[in-house]
Nanobody, 116 residues
């Protein structure tokens, strides 16, 4: 029914930029908050950023000032613009939406590697 598909990851040098996309089918991001998480090997999954249906945003301290979350409701897509990337940003990035209690939907993830 509802699916989220992340894309845009890849290999980038420190200080570089990437823009991740999360495209939804079966639901509309105009009605639901969207959240980006990331997980590095051997590490716990951590929250990165959130955008509300009204467009409000919140960021983890580790990415504040470098990352920007946005949405294009006409395309049913949420984005994560990542600037000034650091090696510690290396992780698989996942997007998530919550349709209601016990109704979280996760994407498959996209790999971001920051290395020289």
């Amino acid at each position: 029914q509802v699916q989220l598909v992340e894309s845009g990851g890849g290999l980038v040098q420190p200080g570089g930029s990437l823009k991740l996309s999360c495209a939804a089918t079966g639901t509309s991001f105009s009605f639901h908050a969207a959240v980006w998480y990331r997980q590095a090997p051997g590490k716990q999954r951590e929250w990165v950023a959130t955008i509300t249906p009204s467009g409000g945003t919140n960021y983890a301290d580790s990415v504040k000032g470098r990352f920007t979350i946005s949405r294009d409701n006409a395309k049913n897509t949420v984005y994560l613009q990542m600037n000034s990337l650091k090696p510690e940003d290396t992780a698989v990035y996942y997007c998530k939406t919550s349709l209601g209690p016990a109704r979280d939907i996760w994407g498959q993830g996209t790999q971001v590697t920051v290395s020289s």
